[in-house]
């Protein structure tokens, strides 16, 4: 009978040395498996990912520095707080590197981004309505941003936005003591009145041309239509309007009959 126990025992142990090597390789091959799944997951969420730059190329100095970037890709983006975002000015007195940090406040500190607003347009300020607080494909996020100290006119600055799963997009603009406005034939309806846009990105379209008759001798302003030479401008966000001068240039001409 002991004989039989021993064989029994001796080959009990035999099987679990055989059999070890073969747990250990099956488990490494798991191992190696869910690395590679988890490998072609983010490499597909990083080919499906895709951010534009709307940024105008010009930012005022005097108030914090408002960015607009667009999900054009296949896949939402969320988790902000794990977004790198560095900031490069390049001032009179040399070049300055500032990283910021993520802020839920509206009002971001010192060196500190957040997310304004998510719009299907954000120069309509259509609001998203779809998954609120998620950058869908398709939608526009205005980002604030604070530095600190605050920035220079006569500066120049390059924002990198890094999403979790390693995508970048930047936005370069000049930052100026005041930046160009520009006239637009795209309409806007306030109380049911059609008025044109101003904007602060250049025309980027035909010119509309409108025209008016002036019957002999008469002077002063004509308008082809009420609202002509009449411009809308969203003011969402913005607090006050400090008194100062503003320049207008029209381009006219007049074709004379006699």
Request: with cysteine.
């Amino acid at each position: 009978m002991i004989p039989v126990i021993t064989f029994l025992f001796t080959t009990a142990l035999m099987m679990v040395a055989v059999l070890m090597p073969f747990k250990s390789f099956f488990n490494a091959y798991v191992d190696v498996g869910d690395a590679a799944a988890a490998l072609h997951l983010r490499t597909e969420q990083r080919s499906f990912t895709v951010l534009d730059n709307l940024t105008p190329s010009c930012l005022e100095a005097d108030r914090g520095l408002e960015l607009v970037l667009k999900n054009t890709g296949n896949i939402g983006l969320s988790d902000f707080a794990d977004w790198d975002v560095v900031a490069n000015v390049q001032e009179p007195g040399g070049l300055r590197l500032v990283f910021l940090d993520y802020t839920t406040s509206v009002t971001p500190g010192a060196n500190q981004w957040t997310n304004k607003g998510i719009y299907r347009n954000s120069e309509e300020l259509t609001v998203e309505s779809n998954e609120p607080g998620r950058l869908n494909p398709g939608e526009e996020m205005i980002v604030l941003l604070e530095l600190d100290p605050v920035q220079v006119a006569g500066s120049d600055a390059k924002v990198v936005f890094t999403t979790p799963n390693g995508v970048s997009v930047y936005a370069t603009f000049e930052i100026a003591a005041s930046c160009p406005y520009f006239f637009h034939a795209e309409g806007k309806t306030v109380n049911a009145t059609d008025y044109y846009r101003i904007k602060r990105t250049p025309g980027d379209g035909p010119a509309t041309t409108i025209t008016a008759a002036f019957t002999g001798g008469q002077i002063g302003r004509v308008r082809p239509a009420a609202n002509n030479g009449k411009f809308v401008f969203p003011l969402t966000g913005i607090t006050q309007i400090p008194a100062a001068t503003w320049q207008v240039n029209y381009r006219a001409k007049r074709n004379e009959t006699d």
